[in-house]
């Protein structure tokens, strides 16, 4: 009769030539701890039924190398978006630039100057690095990059309005997403927040009055993710700023996004742009550095330079410093702007600048190599006009025509589900009962996965 006995040692199992293979790959740590596990597994079902029977030595090392692969298996992994949201927040918002990831790798790799001044040898600073490209590209007095936008709010209203009051409009009391929440940051920062206006409506007279009470700092937050629409109004920012100014006052302008380009020009509406604020006065400006810019995740703060200065002295500045790979990204992606080659080389600019028959030829070009092949299977492969969205918080509504491949499955939900075990994962999305697949947002050079994965999945 078959015992708990007769299950093999981890010492038997470790002679086995798969084992010896399996502490290469995986290291002897690890594959003694997976044996373990495998075997207590083992054990625990015998025990609970015997009649399973205990497992053959090949079994045992073949559970634990599916053990150590998905202990040891990347969780953040690659994807191809094809759902045509280009700042998709969920996807990891903006691809990079060829250059923005040669900068990163190139400082990732080895030493760098990231704290040296090579002129004299000694200690420099990190927030020199894309300091002078930002000067340039807004005309700013002085830049400083952290950890992220929602960061450089934070940071922003801790060095300069802990304990003052800070004027905001009502309608601009916004909730980003991830919980981040302008009053709650307001409370962090120890800022006491005092609303004006209404709902929908604010007058330049609500901040008159609100500045001649008492004393207090003016915050514009751009309303990212939302549109107010119907009767509303709202003072154009350099009024604000000039109200400001007659009452010693200084004004913060959120962009969030903070485009460096108009996005009229791509037929979406008009998304403020950093260079505006600045040309509007106002005196400390912040936005990302990977939404409608297109650079990795930062926050980027511009402004007057004795603000700045006291931002970059308040302990919370080095708590959300950039750190190098980000700064290098950073510098090539504005590097990109300054060259005036962003549509050429920014990718999320490029895919905004695509033009229909552009994208109709992709989607085309993907049903004629679905097609071929394919004739075996029951799914209708079509190209249909559609919509992109730009997402990541921006523009919210606007939208771009281009051209789908839509894909007629039986059950679209199991489909697409499909789509996301596929290596790499593909994300697309239904409507109509359809899977739709948008060419825009599919990187050139993942095409080839893109259909190499749909053409076996068709097939299966
Ligand atoms: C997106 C956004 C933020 C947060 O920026 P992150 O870079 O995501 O941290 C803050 N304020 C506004 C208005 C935003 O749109």
Redesign the pocket.
């Known amino acids: 009769m078959t015992t708990l006995r007769d299950l093999p040692s981890i010492e038997s199992l470790l002679q086995n030539e798969t084992a010896s293979d399996l502490i290469e790959r995986f290291g002897r740590p690890l594959v003694l701890d997976s044996l373990r596990q495998t075997l207590d597994d083992a054990r625990a079902r015998f025990k609970l039924n015997p009649e399973v029977g205990l497992p053959s030595i090949e079994l045992i090392l073949a559970e634990s190398e599916s053990t150590l692969s998905a202990w040891t298996a990347p969780t953040l992994l690659p994807v191809i978006n094809a759902t045509g949201v280009i700042l998709h927040?969920n996807l990891g918002r903006a691809p990079l630039s060829g250059a923005a990831i040669r900068a990163m790798d190139a400082v990732s790799r080895g030493y760098s100057n990231l704290e040296f001044d090579l002129e004299t040898g000694k200690r420099g600073s990190r927030l020199i690095h894309a300091e002078s490209l930002l000067q340039k590209l807004t005309g700013a007095e002085s830049a400083l990059v952290v950890?992220?936008?929602?960061?450089?709010?934070l940071l922003i209203l801790s060095a300069l309005a802990s304990k003052k009051r800070v004027i905001i409009a009502r309608s601009q009391l916004?909730e980003?997403?991830?919980g981040?929440r302008?009053p709650d940051v307001m409370k962090q920062s120890g800022a006491k927040l005092v609303e004006v206006g209404t709902t929908n409506k604010i007058h330049i007279s609500d901040y008159e009055a609100a500045l001649a009470e008492s004393a207090g700092i003016v915050m514009r937050?751009?309303?990212?993710?939302f549109k107010l629409v119907g009767f509303t109004e709202e003072p154009e920012l350099k009024d604000i700023v000039q109200v400001a100014h007659q009452h010693n006052s200084i004004v913060i302008d959120?962009?969030?996004?903070g485009a460096l380009y108009d996005t009229v020009k791509y037929g979406l509406a008009h998304e403020p742009t950093v260079q505006e604020s600045m040309q509007a006065g106002a005196d400390i400006i912040?936005?990302?550095?990977?939404?409608l810019l297109g650079g990795p995740?930062?926050?980027i703060i511009i402004g007057k330079k004795e603000l700045i200065d006291k931002i970059k002295k308040h302990p919370l500045a080095r708590a959300v410093r950039a750190d190098k790979t980000c700064l290098a990204g950073l510098s090539a992606t504005l590097t990109h702007y300054l060259k005036d080659e962003a549509e050429r080389e920014i990718p999320i600019v490029k895919m905004m600048s695509l033009k229909l028959d552009q994208l109709k030829g992709r989607a085309e070009a993907w049903k004629n190599e679905l097609g071929y092949g394919l004739a075996l299977s029951n799914v209708e492969v079509e190209i249909e006009s559609g919509l992109s969205t730009v997402g990541?918080?921006?523009l919210p509504d606007e939208s771009m025509p281009t051209f789908l491949l839509s894909l007629n499955v039986k059950s679209p939900d199991k489909f697409l589900k499909t789509l996301r075990k596929n290596n790499p994962p593909i994300i697309a999305r239904t409507e109509n009962d359809k899977i739709l697949l948008d060419p825009r947002t599919v990187l050139p050079e993942q095409e080839g996965a893109l259909l190499d994965g749909l053409k076996n999945l068709l097939k299966a």
């Open positions: 927040t950890n992220n936008n929602a960061s450089a709010v916004v980003i997403g991830g981040f302008v937050a751009h309303r990212s993710n959120d962009l969030g996004s912040c936005f990302s550095g990977d939404k995740q930062a926050g990541g918080g921006s």
